[in-house]
């Protein structure tokens, strides 16, 4: 049963709110014979005095609103509670050793283990040696088993605000390369670990980005840009791939390579398992150009094996004489093609697993040969298939939701993990040989699945396209228009928004309220493929919007809800989402959380990456057209002055976001606060020492969601109350 919270009561709060006077400056652009203000430009430097106190003001108003909010303590309650489960990632294999990361629940960071030397794998009967008894794999308990500690991010910052990025280790297994991120920046900085000795190496790399470590020989290749001005505006050029040897400085790192005419491009390196051959990838963020350097040829150099910038290609691994690559080239929903690695070209490739109806989303080697995990309606659907291609069989999962396997190419041992809704990240063994899998780990979490239904509907956009979204409720639901309901969505760059728990972006605390959470698959995204992909992107991005419009509606028609309980949220790309739906349609929404959106769709392109978005979005310079249509969706620039009523509002940002830049938000909701919007709240919640969010330690995260959740109910009228 709803436990309401009285309009008088929140009419009180918001009656309240004095926003920051933010000051008005004559900065006018043109596009194309088209004058645009932008009275607010001098709150894109975010490291002026100015920003700064505004800053703070702003931050003051919002936690003094979010204080008044009465049962925001019980929802972090909640949450916490949610949060504080021993949670662990995929096992892997390095040489002899078993890897794997661990929290014992509150922790920031997780914990890099390594399965105790008792413990050997021994890799012909494909057991593990404890002395002289052999324990079956099926048999360890990794939640169990002596373990030894071999990183700890935990220990690099009193907060965790350092937090890894990257993991790498040498094909001997000595050393770890390990990429560390600070603040939540995509700045970087690697340093390596001897495992045989247990101390830190002086070799430390700075400034690198977009990277991980790929080692060769006594070193590794890393990518990186040259120092800039400002690391948390200036915009990145001239991606550059290096290789570091060990025992010298980075200044003496070679460039192995660069492009001195095209400062928009990006670089990375691989090295195959037998540290023959070294692929580097040349990409525009869209798709890229795959090159290979046999090491033991004559004359080592890159051979260029795809030739279209506009498609993707992956190389899966090197066997039996054959490199094999995951691409989209001429099949949008992909395929697995095969060169010939003694005659490397263009043209010497075959098909070698062809495109089916759905998505291939991830392949890779195991054992010698493949698990390919396609995507059916946005949730993983695994396979085995052997040497020659041909399917094995299917890996049975619990339910729908999403898996990820780690697996060698020699290697017979399998681990995957899966994950729904309301499945709490799971670990599995998958027997290459029986073909079944068996639990390897299973958090205990304070939530019990059987009380929650997840279905999956379809519902028609504007112009007929079928869209999924999936819907997470308690059993014994009444569908009487008047539950309030979160709706989340994301739609683009070819990115899929697969079934997943989380205790914090879930609002289990409205769940237990007889709430819903719903979960759309917007066009723009990869869940069908390049063509769904495209569908949302530049010039027809309006169809994102309309999916997400259409599902508010869909909630709305069938009975679940209705607007005076609708919130939206979404993050990044999402945020974007959320300013624009808000804008075009703002009688849909009681509540609004865009979570560090694109927000200024005119300029996104000259801070740190934005230029890396135009293939999605393209750029208000590239024509008259295109500037005409960013305008008229563009969050910033289409914000209502005549009265109309908005729905409350909270921006959040973190203050070192260097991906989307705090300067999207910072204009966005001073412009909502000085626009007649209605007297629901406009807020802004500005986090410290946060970024884009990836990485961000568990008691940022708690904090964050504990404010957007009690945010959201209490502007849906629903009153928090612990199930007992």
Not at 71 to 92: C, D, H, Q, S
């Amino acid at each position: 049963m709803l436990s309401v919270i009285s309009a008088t009561m929140a009419l009180a709060a918001q009656a309240q709110i004095t926003y920051p006077k933010a000051a008005r400056v004559d900065t006018v652009d043109h596009y194309f014979g088209t004058a645009v203000p932008d009275p607010y430009r001098w709150l894109e430097d975010d490291n002026s005095p100015e920003t700064e106190q505004w800053v703070k003001q702003e931050n003051l108003v919002t936690q003094n609103y979010l204080k008044k909010i009465p049962f925001r303590e019980a929802v972090k309650k909640r949450i916490t509670e949610l949060a504080n489960y021993e949670k662990m990632g995929i096992p892997f294999q390095v040489n002899d050793k078993i890897y794997f990361f661990r929290n014992n629940g509150l922790q920031n960071q997780s914990v890099l283990y390594c399965v105790d030397e008792d413990f050997v794998n021994d890799i012909e009967p494909g057991n593990f040696l404890k002395g002289s008894k052999k324990v079956k794999l099926s048999e360890l308990n990794l939640a169990t088993c002596k373990t030894k500690v071999v990183l700890d991010p935990n220990k690099l910052s009193d907060d965790g605000t350092v937090a890894l990025q990257q993991l790498n280790f040498s094909h001997d297994g000595r050393y770890l390369a390990y990429v560390i991120t600070r603040n939540g920046s995509d700045w970087n900085e690697i340093f390596v670990l001897d495992l045989i000795t247990g101390e830190t190496l002086p070799d430390h790399i700075t400034w690198a980005k977009f990277t991980d470590a790929q080692w060769l020989g006594d070193g590794f290749f890393y990518s990186a840009y040259d120092a800039p001005e400002d690391a948390k505006s200036s915009k990145n050029e001239f991606h550059k791939v290096f290789y570091h040897k060990l025992g010298t400085i980075q200044s003496q790192d070679y460039i192995e390579y660069q492009s001195h005419t095209n400062p928009l491009l990006f670089y990375q390196a691989s090295v195959s398992e037998d540290e023959r051959y070294v692929f580097m990838w040349e990409s525009d963020g869209d798709g890229n150009i795959l090159y290979v350097k046999d090491l033991k040829d004559r004359n080592p150099h890159y051979v260029r094996l795809t030739s279209n910038m506009k498609f993707t290609a992956n190389p899966i691994g090197v066997d039996n004489g054959k490199i094999y690559v995951h691409t989209n080239q001429d099949a949008p929903c992909w395929k697995i093609i095969a060169f010939d690695a003694a005659n490397l070209s263009t043209s010497n490739v075959t098909e070698f697993i062809p495109e089916k109806d759905y998505v291939l989303a991830s392949a890779q080697m195991a054992g010698h040969k493949f698990i390919l995990n396609y995507e059916r309606d946005a949730s993983s659907h695994p396979y085995l298939y052997d040497e020659n291609g041909h399917v094995i069989c299917e890996i049975k999962l619990p339910t729908f939701g999403s898996a990820a396997f780690s697996s060698k190419r020699d290697k017979n041992l399998v681990y995957y993990n899966f994950t729904s809704y309301t499945f709490p990240t799971s670990i599995y063994r998958f027997d290459l040989d029986t073909h079944t899998s068996q639990p390897a780990f299973a958090p205990k979490v304070k939530l019990n699945p059987a009380d929650y239904i997840t279905e999956q509907v379809f519902y028609p956009s504007k112009d007929g396209t079928k869209i999924p979204m999936f819907l997470i409720y308690r059993k014994g639901l009444k569908r009487d228009g008047k539950r309030p309901v979160f709706l989340y969505g994301y739609g683009g760059f070819n990115i899929s928004m697969t079934p997943g728990f989380s205790y914090s972006r879930t609002p289990f605390a409205m769940l237990d309220m007889g709430g819903i959470c719903a979960y759309t698959n917007l066009r723009g995204g990869g869940e069908y493929g390049e063509k769904w992909h495209e569908a949302g992107t530049k010039l027809q991005k309006q169809n994102v919007f309309d999916d997400f419009i259409a599902a508010a509606e869909y909630l709305i028609s069938e009975g679940y809800t209705c607007p005076a309980k609708l919130a939206c949220n979404g993050g990044s790309n999402g945020g974007l989402l959320v300013g624009a739906v808000v804008n075009q349609r703002p009688d849909l929404w009681a509540a609004a959380v865009p979570q560090v959106g694109v927000m200024d769709m005119l300029r996104y392109q000259y801070f740190t990456i934005g230029w890396n978005w135009a293939h999605d979005y393209g750029r208000s310079d590239d024509s008259p057209e295109m500037f005409r249509y960013l305008k008229a969706y563009s969050p910033l620039h289409n914000i209502s002055n005549d009265g109309t009523r908005y729905p409350a509002i909270m921006v959040t940002t973190g203050d070192h976001d260097d991906r989307v830049v705090p300067a999207h938000s910072f204009k966005y909701a001073a412009t909502l606060q000085a626009s007649d919007t209605g007297k629901a709240p406009k807020l802004i919640r500005i986090d410290s020492k946060a970024g884009h969010g990836h990485s961000k330690p568990i008691s940022k995260i708690i904090d964050e969601y504990t404010d957007i959740q009690s945010f959201i109910m209490y502007n849906l009228g629903v009153n928090y109350k612990p199930r007992k």
